[in-house]
């Protein structure tokens, strides 16, 4: 059975779409089978990847018509990395959710038909605490939060986690906080380094231990319909999105290495 992660921060700008696609993408060439469900109506995501949001069915039809996710999955050129894309019918779809009964289960309903075909689903979801947003956490097992390396970093955090709070205490108790990421970290700026030392002191073990450079190749990517790691395998944001799939398949255990090959490498090394 997958594991869900929904990437969330109500705050625009903070890397949630380039987090979401590039470790969908660095996942799947580490050979997890990985989707991402593309949960904002900006469709960057379902761009980002190569596709065009409007020649394809999407997620709007799962949630409200309640049709099968495996109708509009699309693959990609990384074999296993699949998409459910996102369309600018999405922006209406709170409205057409508010009389629906269980509103806030749509999409786990949904995902629910296709968990089991996948190692991990990643929700990129969009940038407000909205319907949509909610609908992500409860289909979710975890939340990852990017946090940009910038003044604003912390502004609005407190609201989101108070959210998940909500969504944690009302819909979905077993959420959990899969972790706060680090993004845009400027090596020449000071400023970078002040914000990774206060997140850090404020969420301690909740954070993880790669940071994500801010990288040229990072922001070309998606204008070639392609993730970091296939846009540029050597680029230093390919490096650190690998290093950062390897740190969630750590975390969760999930990693293709057995303890006693383990021992084996450390015992050749003697």
């Given at each position: 059975m997958g594991k869900i992660i929904a990437i969330a921060n109500q705050k625009g700008g903070v890397g949630k779409t380039t987090t979401a696609i590039n470790l969908g993408g660095c996942l799947g060439v580490l050979e997890y089978k990985t989707l991402i469900v593309d949960s904002d109506p900006q469709a960057n995501a379902t761009s980002g990847v190569g596709l065009d949001p409007s020649s394809a069915g999407n997620i709007y039809d799962c949630i409200i018509n309640d049709a099968h996710p495996d109708q509009y999955i699309v693959k990609t050129e990384n074999p296993n990395l699949d998409i459910l894309p996102s369309h600018i019918d999405l922006v209406g779809a709170e409205l057409e959710m508010i009389n629906l009964p269980n509103r806030e289960h749509k999409l786990k309903t949904a995902l629910d038909k296709i968990k089991d075909n996948y190692d991990f689903i990643i929700i990129d979801c969009s940038p407000s605490l909205g319907l949509i947003t909610v609908n992500s956490l409860v289909a979710a097992d975890s939340v990852m939060i990017p946090?940009?390396?910038?003044?604003?970093?912390?502004?609005?955090?407190?609201?989101?986690?108070?959210?998940?709070?909500i969504v944690q205490g009302r819909l979905n108790p077993d959420l959990e906080i899969e972790g706060i990421v680090l993004t845009m970290y400027d090596t020449r700026l000071r400023l970078s380094n002040q914000v990774v030392d206060e997140v850090k002191t404020h969420f301690q073990e909740l954070v993880f231990d790669?940071?994500?450079?801010?990288?040229?190749?990072?922001?070309?990517?998606?204008?070639?319909?392609?993730?970091?790691?296939?846009?540029?395998?050597?680029?230093?944001?390919?490096?650190?999105?690998?290093?950062?799939?390897r740190e969630i398949l750590q975390k969760n255990n999930m990693t293709k290495i057995g303890n006693e090959d383990k021992k084996m490498k450390l015992g050749n090394e003697f």
């Open positions: 946090v940009q390396c910038e003044y604003f970093a912390l502004e609005g955090l407190g609201k989101l986690l108070n959210t998940i709070k790669t940071v994500i450079h801010r990288n040229t190749k990072l922001g070309e990517a998606p204008s070639y319909g392609e993730t970091i790691v296939m846009h540029d395998a050597a680029s230093k944001g390919s490096i650190n999105y690998l290093n950062f799939a």
